[in-house]
């Protein structure tokens, strides 16, 4: 038989040797920058079963493609029951083929497949969801201790790190907050604006914008903002302090990463969430104001008074609480994540992925759950 | 015969701003050599990796690849130099969201016609060279430190380049696999012609596989000595000579 084709410069040549052997020859270049063949073109060769196989070569060059296809075949042999005699072959082709063939001895139990039935996919899921809540439980607890450390004075806790995490939960988050809160007023206004002008009432677009942006509005579009921008680095930075064995390295020390992790970018959140809710609510406020007296006609007088008429103590109440609560569950989501980060890059991008998912799946629990309370309190 | 010069690098000098790292560095990598790059932790290896490598442009000087000014050419000429080489990074540098087979796979598939049966058939090979045939379904994160460098050192083979550059490959092993990592860097320059340039303080590596050395001082931030790794023991320089007797000459 003999299998040469006109682009490619390699050869390979089968003949019988003798009765029982078969011969094989490699002629011409067997390198990589052109399509080399795989093992199956000599199936056919090897299904008249002979008991050995011999080499001879007539190489004008070779690289690794020539030992590679070689290991295959030998490893084809091998389950074929024929023996194999290198003789024939170039010396450094042996060579590493001797190289190969002590890395093959060793018996690998696989990785598990990602490739499950839906079936079981479901299953896992359900069960690594099963396995989850007990876990979140177990980190609230932690978390819980370590403010009781804290306030004992005993937790492993440096204000440093507490006042470098304020600046760059709340200062640093100030454009992106007003750009949202602006805008979000300003859908208001329209909104209010549209229907309120059906029955001439235009003025009391102030009451919807401000009681809105500070009852509902401002801790919503704060907490789903910090959700993605701290959130998600927060976990992106304790998973690759997992990554890179550091969260280990304090757990050798004595050192509890919650309290020297968790317990300060917990705080700055807990801090910096209500003074970002109340912001907002007033450049959510402002952009009312601008609205309806350049676009409406309503004086800015008119509109400032019918705003602190309409504004009272419960709704600012209402938004703290609120702004507080999610700030605690999207820093809760973000270390949460982070601190059950793998050991790779992929892992880390999942943590984040799965801190923002988390956050805003919480935020919209307990802002339902915070709705029907104050409603039962009549606040 | 006069030796073939690979790589030659004239008066190179790398720097981080105002730091200078190392100065003046004047050597050449022969075809077929296995060329050591050594000093003591901190004294720069790595970063004269990186400037050979395309990775970093030195603050002077000039590296040439077979007598073409490496920094100077046109980008695509670059690119088609730096395809000639292999890196092997210290820490591997494997492609964490690919499974060990597709980190070896990803070049040939990207740089070659060969069938995709083909491909798999040479990983097969690559990760057996390095001991870690059967692995292939395994994603680096499972994998110890030395599998990852041996995996590491399997996809900077994977295209058979020219020049194999190799930084820190022992570090991490047992005696018997860093022994091992030698032995298929010898056989790789014996069999297939490769170039090797290791950067390594591994004393085991430097004596017993080198052939031609540089000795990179974190002090004075220079080369201090170069030749071949078993003659710089006996060199008149203290500093290599402690440094190649483990402190005691």
Known sequence: MSS??????????????????????????WCLDQELPSVDVLRSALGSRPKRLTFRTDLSAWDTGLPA??????????????????????????????????????????????????????GTATIRFLHGAPEMLHFLGEISLAFVRLLSGRAQFRWSDMWVEIEEVGPRALVIVSVISFLVGLILAYLGADQLRLVGAQIFIADLVAIGMV??????????????????????????MQVNEEIDALRILGISPIDFLVLPRMLALLLMMPLLTLYSGFVGMLAGLLIASSIFDIGMFEYYNETVRALELKYFIVGLVKGTVYGAVVAYAGCLRGMQCGRSAVAVGEAATSAVVTAILMITISASILTIVFYQLGI | MEPAPHIEVRDLT???????????LNFTVNKGDIFIIMGGSGCGKSTVMRSLIGLQRPAAGTVLYDGRDFWNVEPDERERL????????????????????????????????LAPRMIREIVAFKLALVGLNGFEEFYPAQLSGGMKKRAGLARAMALDPDILIIDEP?????????????????????????????????????????SNSIFLDAETRTMIATGNPREAVRSGDPRVRHFLSRGEA
């Open chain 1, 4 to 29: 040469e084709q006109t682009r490619q410069q390699w050869r390979l040549e089968t003949g019988p040797d003798s009765a029982d052997t078969l011969e094989i020859l490699f002629a011409g270049r």
């Open chain 1, 69 to 122: 296809f070689l290991f295959s075949l030998i490893d084809l042999c091998g389950e074929m029951g024929i023996e194999v005699d290198q003789e024939g072959l170039p010396k450094g082709v042996r060579r590493l083929l001797a190289m190969a063939e002590a890395g093959r001895e060793r018996k690998v139990s696989r990785a598990p497949s990602d490739r499950e039935s839906l079936l079981a996919r479901t």
């Open chain 1, 215 to 240: 009852r509902e509005v401002a801790a919503l579009m704060t907490g789903i903002i910090i959700a993605g921008r701290t959130g998600s680095a927060f976990a992106a930075q304790l998973g690759t």
């Open chain 2, 14 to 24: 790398m720097a981080y701003g105002d730091f200078i790292v190392q100065r003046d």
């Open chain 2, 82 to 113: 730096k395809r000639r080489l292999g890196i092997m990074f210290q820490s591997g540098g494997l492609w964490s969201s690919l499974t060990l087979g597709e980190n070896v796979a990803l070049p040939l598939s990207e740089h070659t016609d």
């Open chain 2, 170 to 210: 022992s570090s991490g092993l047992d005696p018997l696999s860093a022994r091992r990592l030698d032995d298929l860097i010898v056989e790789l320059r014996d069999s297939l012609d490769t170039t090797i340039v290791l950067i390594t303080h591994e004393l085991a590596s430097i004596l017993g596989i080198g």
